[in-house]
């Protein structure tokens, strides 16, 4: 199956869009004005902006505890600092229900594999925070056992500590929060620029075809 | 893996054999056995535990657990570094009895250079231990409330941890994995108004600890979960080499602090809390109880507080107070040689044990004369607690078996080291 | 802690039922140790068992890098009605590995025995389920050996930090 995609926001496909805006009008409004009428009728910025808020302020961590972190993490849910007023209470056992995974603790290389499946469970869009020193890098223990978090899956929030003052962790979730709510790519490879390493079945042989995900030399700026 | 390699046990996981046993209430009926993976992933297993269980409905017929999921090579980190810079490292196996690791460390390297505790650090020392305990059962108690459903003891236990780790603030510094514990004493002294807060807070606990009595000793929801199911008797568990509350719940009072006792507990006045069937309500009993005595021992240290060093006056192994390093040349050159190289330990194997929340927490340290340690090995007790989950559970429900992990209290970080 | 005649004694009366088993004694620190031939573990550990120390406190394992044999295995033993603690030692050299296991006389020895297999490469004869525990299953290589190296990742500070390849670029 063929599947091209479409540029959207080149000034050519504003013309089609004003033209069509002007069959309908009967030439009422001229080219600016109707660039303007047309982006207000379809609302995008703000919708976007309404739906990174909403998104931002109801996520659902995944119980992830792994070693010293997850008591701080379960302090932070406690009551002296509670995370219900910004409500976050919600822990959901099954990644799939939830949109936050906060790594809490030492992954050791036994537990690397688990991880990754579990944050590719989760359903876009999906947030990871790394909790503490030993998973952003190796924190105390700079050994063969551990592996930092960043080489095998992507991290949005890194919060240093050891373990980090539950204080901390919070301040992590709230920059986490503030960039949710600027509206970031969902998707991790857009958001990382992390093409390149995509698999897609098939587009080996058929070469300059513009299938999804796969990166095109030119196509996206700084990859 | 190619079929060749496959291990036996693997080849068991994913086999459906009929069991041996006969259906519970059916004639002559036998059922499938089906081998689950539990874990490692687990809102009831405490920590990154993964247990292999082999079910026939829902009676558990089989266990293996599967450790290893927080490995972190703290032995092999340990022998890297001088022997007080080992001392955070060690702190974090255990991360709930962080004192209790640091004390292993600290007695068994104490004992190896053969190094007087003032008694002043011996009875702060005991101070921080037993309040300690209490943190670690105040957690053990809130998530294992939580595994059986009674979701508001975990709010009050973590209500009173966050006073407690306020107290461990206010004299080090740190609220977890303090690196208060130093080989010869303690790193400070504590600071003023310590003893008032520490005294307010073991008169609070004990109303409290009633408060979580009153909650779920009579509760008919946790005698059903608790009382007669998964008991041990104590050869099993003396065969097993279980020790601490689980073997004080099957009747055997064995407390290394009244056996052998280190740091002064000798001075103390407390009872052992011992239980009578060995289920899982007495195993709740037990630490429950044992809340109680943690608060009087807390109480008749800060009476009987000696006056004196907080450390181990031998500069060769304790830093110099800060001030003596403006006046005197000895306590600047002592300071240089143990910040960089460290103390050197006379060579020798030493096992240093004492009593942690969870049993035994032995240390072994062997030392080759240098300024590191060649092997320090923690023995850790949940780690061997560990192998009597099958014993236990074989013959009961999911449900028991996630009652029985609950009431193991075992913590995967001193498991996994 | 039995005393230094005390020990003394334990290994007169393994030396009288098994002539080869002590290779040596050692009371240091108030601490006894009494190291046997790895072939004779299983009866002097069933000999110390029916004196009283019938408790396995601990097994672990100790690499004495450099001095030969390389690989030790130490069993805590702990009578407890008299509080006396005993450590039973056995050495092996790497290239031969093979230590009698004590799961048929104290069940709790499987755990620590198959971490000393991990950790260390001791293979433990007639244990019921000698595998990996903390590493996993198809790991290559016995960490906790002297020569094993730590590993790790290598800090990143400024005068290498556009060398090393970062975990992010």
């Known amino acids: 199956m063929e599947l091209t995609r479409e540029k959207l926001g080149g000034a050519d496909d504003l013309r089609i869009r004003q033209l069509r805006a002007r069959d309908m009008l009967r030439g009422d409004i001229s080219d600016e004005e109707l660039e303007r009428y047309v982006e207000e009728r379809v609302l995008t910025t703000t919708l976007d902006k309404a739906v990174a808020w909403a998104r931002g302020n109801s996520l659902f961590p995944a119980t992830f505890g792994l070693a010293c972190c997850a008591i701080e993490m379960m302090s932070v849910v406690g009551a002296r600092l509670d995370i219900a007023r910004f409500g976050f209470e919600a822990f959901r056992a099954s990644p799939r229900q939830a949109d936050l995974l906060i790594l809490s603790g030492r992954v050791s290389i036994k537990m690397a594999p688990v991880v990754r499946r579990i944050y590719d469970q989760m359903l876009e869009p999906r947030w990871a925070i790394a909790m503490g020193a030993c998973c952003s890098s190796m924190g105390v223990f700079n050994n063969y056992a551990l592996v930092p978090a960043d080489k095998f899956m992507p991290i949005d929030v890194h919060v240093p500590g050891c373990p980090p003052r539950p204080e901390a962790l919070m301040h992590g979730i709230l920059k986490l929060r503030a960039k949710i709510q600027g509206d970031p790519p969902a998707g991790w490879r857009e958001r990382y620029e992390a093409f390149g390493t995509e698999e897609v079945v098939g587009a080996a042989d058929r070469p300059g075809v513009n299938a999804v995900n796969v990166f095109q030399s030119g196509e996206t700026s700084g990859a | 893996m190619d079929a060749v390699t496959v291990s036996d046990y693997r080849r068991q996981e994913e086999s459906i054999t009929l069991s041996a046993e006969p259906a519970p209430g059916g004639e002559d009926l036998s059922q499938e056995l089906m081998t689950i993976n539990m874990g490692p992933h687990h809102p009831s297993t405490h920590g990154v535990l993964r247990l292999i269980v082999t079910l026939e409905g829902e009676i558990v017929r089989d266990l293996k657990p599967v450790i290893g999921y927080v490995h972190t090579g703290i032995e092999k980190t340990a022998e890297d570094k001088a022997y007080w810079k080992a001392i955070p490292v060690v702190e974090r196996m255990d991360y709930l009895s962080y004192y209790f690791n640091a004390m292993a460390y600290c007695g068994a390297v104490e004992k190896l250079l053969e190094c007087e505790v003032p008694k002043r650090a011996q009875y702060l020392r005991v101070i921080h231990l037993e309040l300690n305990r209490i943190m670690s059962h105040l957690v053990w108690l809130g998530t294992s409330a939580l595994d059986l459903g009674a979701i508001s003891v975990w709010w009050y236990c973590f209500r009173e941890r966050e006073s407690l780790l306020d107290l461990f603030e206010m004299s080090s510094g740190q609220r977890m994995h303090t690196r208060y514990f130093q080989v010869g004493g303690v790193i400070e002294d504590i600071p003023r108004g310590f003893e008032a807060k520490v005294r307010a807070f073991t008169k609070t606990m004990r109303t409290r600890a009633d408060q979580y009595a009153a909650l779920l000793d009579r509760n008919e929801i946790v005698l059903q979960r608790l009382r007669g199911t998964c008991p041990l008797d104590e050869a099993t568990l003396l065969g097993l080499g279980v020790t601490g509350p689980l073997l004080r719940a099957a009747g055997n009072p064995w407390d290394l602090r009244k056996a052998a006792p280190y740091s002064s507990y000798e001075d103390f006045d407390f009872k052992i809390p011992v239980g009578t069937q060995g289920d899982n309500y007495d195993r709740y009993r037990v630490r429950h109880a044992e809340i109680y005595e943690s608060c009087d021992i807390v109480d008749q240290a800060l009476d009987g507080l000696p006056e004196g060093p907080f450390i181990t006056e031998d500069r060769k192994v304790a830093l110099p107070p800060r001030h003596e390093l403006a006046t005197s040349m000895e306590a600047l050159i002592h300071h240089f040689k143990l910040v960089t190289e460290g103390f050197r330990v006379p060579p020798g194997e030493v096992y240093y044990p004492i009593e942690s929340p969870r049993g035994e927490l032995g240390c072994f340290v062997l030392s080759d004369g240098s300024s590191k340690p060649a092997r320090v090995h923690m023995r850790d007790p949940s780690f061997v607690n560990l192998q009597a989950t099958a014993p236990m559970t074989r013959g009961s429900y999911i449900a028991d078996l996630v009652a029985t992990l609950a009431m193991l209290d075992p913590v995967l970080g001193g498991v996994d080291r | ?169």
Not at chain 3, 2 to 15: K, S, V, Y
Not at chain 3, 69 to 74: Q, S
Not at chain 3, 88 to 106: I, T
């Open chain 3, 1 to 169: 802690m039995p005393d230094a005649t005390g020990l003394e004694l334990i290994a007169q009366d393994l030396r009288a039922s098994h002539p080869d088993a002590v290779l040596g004694t050692t009371f240091f620190r108030e601490e006894a140790t009494l190291e046997v031939a790895p072939a004779r573990l299983l009866d002097a550990a069933t000999q110390l068992h029916a004196r009283g120390y019938s408790f396995l406190a601990s097994c672990h394992g100790v690499d004495y890098y450099p001095a030969e044999p390389r690989l030790g295995v130490h069993y805590q033993l702990l009578d407890m009605p008299n509080v006396d603690r005993i450590c039973l030692k056995a050495r092996v050299g790497v290239e031969d590995p093979h230590v009698p296991s004590l799961c048929e006389l104290w069940p709790g020895a499987n755990h620590p025995e198959r971490e000393v297999y991990d950790m260390f490469g001791v293979v433990f004869d007639g244990h019921p389920d000698l595998r990996r525990i903390l590493m996993p299953e198809d790991y290559e290589g016995h960490p906790q050996r002297r020569d094993f190296p730590v590993g790790g990742e290598p800090v990143i500070f400024t005068y290498n930090e556009d060398k090393i390849p970062g975990w992010t670029r």
